[in-house]
């Protein structure tokens, strides 16, 4: 029998590895300054936890300030002449939510990926990093049994989990520091048939529905009619009744509360809530029990709502996400760190190529409540972050870089993830170009070119609450 084995070499300049937010922005990035770039993931689309129902947070500070725009503002922009986006909205809970249609994120994002020159290679699991004196080299992929070996002048890990940095040898943190704890998956599943004024007028009956307890700071304002004023919004509550149906053994999921995001197709709902607890994503039997258990709480969900929640009556399942999101695992060591107590004290250093302003956001991994604490502004993410400490021409984009747990809680959310792979595209780029190592490049020249692209990152760039642009209006 012929042993049809085969092994195919590819050679590019930059190569990003997971097309998830962070690899999208990286991706765009480096091809727009005209660099030939292959961007590896092991889906059929691009996107990652863009296309499974959840808002973009984040574009919006405390302040209602616009502090993320650039590239992740290209693509809302495109999502709102295709009706799949309302724009940014202030919110006493979240700063700011933009509600997508995260179906049309798909078709947006490979728009994009033509449009810059991208070149994809899609249905491919990274299976290796070869390094030769800390170096890294090579990267290999496995799609449709064949093997891939892709080299590059300039490599970007934008898996989520840090795999090619962990592959390649790179040390790394997971959790939080007290107990290694990391937060916990939930799949994203829709609904249609939801009747928002009927669950509104419900909620107007009962406002203590709205009561989130001791660890949820919310700033005053989240209130039924604030809800009931936009289609833009992100429902968070219902505490009192998950906390008597779970007492009564009636409902499924290990969290305190309900989180719906109101998606910009009418009766359309996203449900972020089912939580598996104690769990690690970067192991397969872990992500085979997770998916098992969390479609296992689906139906009994929609069960539960049905029966007890008014404007739910009639919800019927509409799609589950095609993976089970994963909200932290490995944190990479870089050249610098992003710390806790410079993200609260607002600290903007003069080597920042992206601005986070998300509350610190920690749903608990092994209990069911949710850590919330606002910050006051924005804070700066350093170039430095985003240089893998330990494996040379490795950088890194996304929730996989270097911040200590605190910070992450911040920085994990999705236009964060493409502001910071747009600055580090630009940064893959101009190393290739230069002939140097990333660290190596004027860290201002990058800074430059991000402006030139219109992203905003320092308080000279913030556009003031009264003169944002792209906020919806009903
Ligand atoms: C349930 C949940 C709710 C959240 N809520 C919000 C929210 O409301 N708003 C918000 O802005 N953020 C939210 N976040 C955070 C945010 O979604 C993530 O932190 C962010 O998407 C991280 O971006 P990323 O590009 O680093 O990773 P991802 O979006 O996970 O992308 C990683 C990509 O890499 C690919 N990949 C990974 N490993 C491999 C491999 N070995 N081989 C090939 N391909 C690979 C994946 O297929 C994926 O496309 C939430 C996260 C979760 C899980």
Not at 291 to 318: A, D, T, W
Not at 447 to 463: P, Q, T
């Amino acid at each position: 029998m012929e042993n049809r084995a085969e092994r195919q070499v590819i050679k590019t300049q930059v190569l990003v590895l997971g097309g998830g937010s962070g690899g999208v922005g990286a991706a765009l990035a480096a091809a727009r300054e005209g660099v030939e770039t292959v961007l590896v993931d092991r889906q059929g689309f691009l996107g990652g936890n863009m296309t499974i129902g959840l808002p973009l947070l984040a574009f919006l500070d405390a302040q209602g300030r616009q502090v993320t725009k650039g590239l992740p503002q290209e693509i809302v922009d495109r999502l709102i002449e295709l009706d799949g986006s309302f724009g940014h909205r202030e919110c006493p809970l979240h700063n700011s939510t933009t509600v997508i249609d995260p179906q049309l994120m798909k078709i947006v994002v490979f728009e994009k990926i033509k449009k810059y020159g991208v070149r994809p290679l899609l249905h491919c699991e990274i299976i290796g990093a070869n390094t030769e004196n800390g170096e890294l080299k090579s990267v290999i992929v496995k799609g449709k049994g064949k093997e891939i070996e892709i080299f590059a002048d300039m490599f970007i890990d934008a898996t989520g989990d840090g795999d090619v940095a962990y592959m390649a040898g790179a040390e790394f943190e997971k959790g939080q520091y007290a107990n290694g704890e990391t937060q916990p998956p939930t799949l994203m599943f829709t609904v249609g048939g939801f009747d928002l004024e009927r669950f509104m007028d419900f909620l107007q009956d009962h406002p203590d529905e709205l009561k989130h307890g001791s660890t949820m700071k919310i700033r005053p304002g989240y209130t039924a009619e604030f809800l009931r004023a936009s289609e833009n919004h992100v429902f968070v509550g219902l505490k009192n009744l998950v906390s008597k149906l779970r007492q009564e053994g009636k409902c499924p999921i290990d969290r305190d509360t309900i989180i719906y995001i109101n998606l910009p197709r009418p009766g359309y709902i996203a449900l972020n809530c089912i939580r598996i607890l104690n769990f690690d994503g970067t192991k397969v039997e872990e992500l085979s029990r997770g998916e098992i258990e969390s479609h296992l709480q689906v139906l009994p969900l929609i069960n539960m709502l049905k029966e007890h929640v008014p404007g739910f009556e009639n919800i019927f399942l509409s799609s589950i996400a095609p993976f089970l999101g994963i909200r932290e695992t490995r944190r990479i060591i870089g050249k610098q760190m992003v710390r806790e107590d410079a993200a609260v004290a607002g600290l903007i250093p003069d080597d920042t190529i992206a601005l986070g302003s998300y509350i610190i956001d920690i749903h608990s991994g092994s209990g069911d409540s949710t850590i919330i604490r606002s910050l006051a502004g924005p804070y700066g993410i350093t170039y430095g972050a985003t240089i893998c400490r330990d494996v040379k021409r490795l950088m890194l984009s996304g929730r996989c870089i270097s911040v200590d747990p605190v910070v992450f809680g911040s920085s994990r959310v999705m236009p964060t993830c493409m502001s910071i792979g747009e600055g580090v595209g630009i940064g893959a780029a101009l190393a290739v170009k230069q002939n140097v190592a990333p660290e190596d490049v004027d860290v201002q020249e990058i800074r430059r070119k991000l402006r030139e692209y219109g992203a905003i990152i320092s308080m000279e760039d913030v556009i003031p609450a009264d003169q944002v642009v792209c906020k919806s209006v009903r």
